[in-house]
């Protein structure tokens, strides 16, 4: 399995088995918050669609709405203490949904790249990461996004790659 270290990497994370550990946990983790974000926007916001109930960012206010795919994977994402998931974009909405490090801006920026690669995993500092492109999977994520007031894109076309899930995961020390 390949394992990329960063710079920062190679002096934290000195045992290869060790970032092997790290990094096929990243990709278990990552693996299981794709598959019920796509669970989400497949069987339950294509499935309302036809009844009127569509994802609305102020959801909370409104009976006949739900929360957007990325409100549904931070809110799982601030329950957890251990570690975190998130979801980022190098022209997000708003601002706290960038990346976090360099580190970060350059793995996104390599998925939007060669979208073909799906999954990166990097070492970055104490954390260990683990990335997946995030696909414009219909046109109502595009046509969103381009017509929101804060947005900052508003070029997205169905197939891009929009942002990315992360999951980082601190190193435990021993
Ligand atoms: C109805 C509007 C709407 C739809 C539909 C929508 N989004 Fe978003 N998306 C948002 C908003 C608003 C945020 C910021 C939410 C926050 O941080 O609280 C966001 C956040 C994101 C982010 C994090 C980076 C950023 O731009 O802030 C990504 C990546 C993303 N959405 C991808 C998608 C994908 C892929 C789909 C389709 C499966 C989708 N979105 C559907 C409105 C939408």
Redesign the pocket.
Known sequence: MAVAFGLSGLLLWNSAAQAETYDLVARYVLETVRAFRSAY?LHVVEHTKEVGIA???DWVKNAHAIP????FV?TAGSDLDTFEIG???LT???K??LPKTEAETDALKSLMADPSKKIVTFADGKQFKAMAA?????Q??AD??NS?PESRWRNFKKGDV??AIVVRLTRQAN
């Open positions: 926007v994802p609305k960012e957007l795919p990325a409100q931070k979801i980022i974009g997000p909405i708003y706290s949904n995030d696909f414009a999977v219909s109502s994520c969103c996004h929101h929009m942002g």
